[in-house]
């Protein structure tokens, strides 16, 4: 009898390990989704808009973007976190993954934990210090000479508590005693449209936004966050130049699936990604968003966002706001 029983036991695994290398082997064979926790027109969107035609046309399936904005992020990376780990259900974000629990004590997702690390598939080369024409402040000492004159008058959007919009403005602020006022919106797009409107006075923005506003001269750069200039803005000094030393924060852009996901299922789908990002088309589409490809591997995307969040926290606690202990 109990041999019988193990025999039927191990045929049930036997059989279970087939079907999941069978489904392994076909994937995908029914359309794939990715979640993007911000609303559409924001940097991720314009990031995972630029190689997703290559992405379909290498796996074979149709991939839908599903924006699922809210609470800064957290209500789509959430969602993800709960889906089965099949490869059906992607999260494509920002550094904002692993900034924004330290940020929110209500963060309802652990960004390493809930999570299998894919591909760091793209970086800016960093956020743009975006005013309104209207500002009078033609650099960045000058706009904070200005704030300091008029403590509490000068406003800053903040697409989100842990964003790369909130966490520069936060620590600008602390490094320079400057009083600014957050300023909150659901994204980066509505943000822009009131700062281009005059109703807030600066911002810090992806380059791949910032650059069109500025060419057309509705926004005036003041600097990049970044540790060098950028070929795109090449008038634009950094931070640090100006400065602000040790102001050297990038944006970046990830994928994940939900925790547990087949390495075989991670592999397959990094190489997609890894192809997408090399491809010319897609190349040339970065370059003019200040963007750079980078199709780093799954395990040392899984290193490089662990440290990633360290760094979150540390800033958090830097800034005093509202970090975890």
Same mark, same amino acid.
């Given at each position: ?126 956020? %743009?210090? @975006?005013?309104? *024409? &209207? /500002?009078?402040?033609?650099?960045? $000492? ?8 008029? =403590? ?122 890894? %192809?997408? @990002?090399?491809? *010319? &088309? /897609?190349?040339?589409?970065?370059? $003019? ?8 591997? =799954? ?27």
């Amino acid at each position: 009898m109990l041999n019988r029983r193990l025999l039927l036991t191990g045929a049930i695994a036997l059989a279970c390990g087939l079907a999941h290398a069978q489904s392994t082997r076909d994937f995908p064979n029914k359309p794939i989704k990715v979640v993007v926790p911000s609303p559409a027109g924001g940097p991720p969107d314009l990031v995972l808009r630029a190689i997703l035609p290559k992405l379909s046309a290498m796996l074979g399936q149709p991939i839908i973007i599903d924006n699922r904005a809210g609470a800064g992020g957290m209500v789509g990376t959430a969602f993800v976190a709960k889906q089965p780990a099949d490869g059906y259900t992607w999260l494509f974000t920002t550094a904002s993954h692993v900034n924004i629990p330290p940020f929110n004590e209500n963060a309802n997702y652990d960004p390493i934990k809930d999570f299998t690390h894919v591909t760091l598939a793209a970086q800016n080369f960093g956020q %743009a210090l @975006v005013v309104n *024409p &209207e /500002v009078p402040a033609k650099n960045v $000492q000058e706009l904070i000479a200005l704030a300091k004159k008029n =403590p509490g008058k000068l406003t800053y959007g903040n697409a989100g508590n842990g964003t790369a919009s909130h966490i520069p403005a936060e620590v600008m602020k602390a490094m320079t005693g400057a009083d600014i006022l957050s300023i909150p919106y659901k994204g980066v797009a509505e943000a822009t449209t009131d700062l281009i409107a005059g109703r807030i006075d600066m911002f810090f923005v992806g380059t791949q936004i910032a650059l069109q506003h500025v060419q057309s001269g509705k926004l005036r750069a003041l600097g990049l966050t970044g540790s060098k200039r950028w070929k795109g803005m090449p008038g634009v000094p950094t931070l640090d130049e100006q400065g602000l030393k040790g102001f050297d924060k990038v944006n970046w852009f990830g994928l994940w699936l939900p925790a547990g996901a087949a390495p075989e299922l991670v592999q397959k789908i990094h190489a997609a990604v890894a %192809a997408a @990002v090399a491809d *010319p &088309e /897609v190349r040339q589409q970065f370059e $003019q968003q200040g963007l750079e490809g980078v199709a780093m591997p =799954p395990r040392e995307f899984a290193a490089f966002v662990a440290a990633e969040q360290k760094s979150a926290l540390e800033i958090a606690h830097r800034i005093n706001a509202g970090a975890k202990k």
